[in-house]
């Protein structure tokens, strides 16, 4: 019954223009590891949150690329919260639509955000199934977690469909724990420096000198498992790893619910990293475990970021889904959301992912490779991984082979890079994979990179080694960006903000270039395990590189860099 939906809905709705449906491409099966326990009671509570569609959203993207691009007379010019509202607020009609549509249906307990763009809103399954044609919600659990979702694709009235963009809460699924099997690496009896605080530093050339001074100045990790980080594993972590430089052993403010799951090793791995790099600098978490079962936590944040008007400016944010398991509509929305961040000076930096290339089988002996969201959104920096070449030494980097990176079946390749990934596409053409495996016309990521192997973290106040993934580079980059928006803001200059127009325009000025070692990739014949390789200058594997902090800060530090 599901398999038939999901191959049926999309013929139907491509070929219809009048189609109901807002997500027809989005994939509506719950994974085997949630089990079924049954049919929503008609009087069971949802929270649904309703992406009401904007306008303006070409000027908000010219605006996010002059204020971003040190070219123009307009970098830096950030906007506020307030004027963003101004821009992008849904029109009056749209409001009005949405909102009688609503009404009618007996829905009044709606709380909207700033910019009025989403609407989220209380009611019962029953309600909810009638507003929501299609919809069946049902309650399923993983490891105590319990959520409810829609078996079903869901469409809405006629009179509202041009006045939306998706809705949230039925379809798609909290991340995976990915604890288990690769987080933590079985320690095998050889003997590897691991990375600590310590180690990063001296890698990066952070002297004790580079902390925070800026009392102003704030930093952010984003987290969406079931799982938070332990004040008493942070203060244990940072005694013991923190000797050698001034660093705070306190989060300053955490946003969302904490304490729900168990303490994890990927929320602790995010604030110890992004604390030792951006050191004595003030850091808040963002913990959405999703307060309620028909919530996805990842969208909590996001209309978390258009109701706050003072946020921090570097946000890092470890979680991804494969770009196909997700609507287009969604997509192109969250992407907006991006550019709304960024227009107000806020970087943001995701992970790009474990898995290297991926790989999606398309059929038999066919496979492609898989890109993932949101490290394919052309509107945020994303983070790959490397390992040192000397495991025993604090020697260069080469590519770990679990980084995230290739191009998006999404977003068109967006014009700052372009000329960056030409020169790989040109002179990496005999390592290149087969081209039908990846496609070149889309946003190539990453941006850049960090160490991703064997990390020390502090989990239930004891320290364990072999910690590995992008999530561990990710906080370690923003934290250096946050130590370096500290140093403009000294010399009055605006946030970094979104990075990407710069960052390509320096062509690698101020990072370690990676030239060694492929990424994993699908297990057949025809690639045998192998994505893409890193090259000199920008590669899909490693982006640019990895900072060279003191070369990366002057580099960032001229309001319009010497190019
Ligand atoms: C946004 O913030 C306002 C005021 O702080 C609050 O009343 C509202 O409930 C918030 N919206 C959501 C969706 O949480
Ligand atoms: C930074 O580190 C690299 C290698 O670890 C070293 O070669 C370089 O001289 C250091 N200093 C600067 C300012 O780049
Ligand atoms: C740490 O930051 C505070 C401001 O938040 C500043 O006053 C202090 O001087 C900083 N410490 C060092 C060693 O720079
Ligand atoms: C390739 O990417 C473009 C966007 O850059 C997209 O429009 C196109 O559908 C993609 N092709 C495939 C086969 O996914």
Redesign the pocket.
Known sequence: MKILLTFSIPLLCTSLVWCGYLEYDQDVLISKDWTHVGRADASDELKLTFALKQQNIHLLEERLRLVSDPDSAHYGKYLSLEEVASLVRPSELTQKTVHSWLQHHGISSCHTVHTQDFLQCTMTAEIAEKLLPGSRFHHYVRDGQSIVRSSGPYAVSDNVHQHLDFVGGLHRLPPTKKDGNRKQQKFKGEVHLGVTPAILRERYNLTAAD?????DNRQAVAQFLEQYYHPADLAEFMSIFGRTF?HLSEVDQVIGTQGEGKAGIEASLDVEYIMSTGA?I?TWVFSNSGRHESQEPFLQWILLLSNMSDLPRVHTISYGDDEDSLSTAYMMRINTEFMKAGVRGISLLFASGDNGAGCRHMGKDQNTFRPSFPASSPYVTTVGGTSFKNPFKVSYEVTDYISGGGFSNVFKMPDYQASAVEAYLKTGTSALPPASYFNTSGRAYPDMAALSKNYWVVMDRVPIPWVSGTSASTPVVGGMLSLINGQRFAKGLPALGFLNPLLYKLKGQGLFDVTEGCQQACLDEQVQGKGFCSAPSWDPVTGWGTPNYPALLQALLNERPEL
Do not use: L
């Open positions: 902390v925070g001074s800026d009392q001034k004595n003030s």
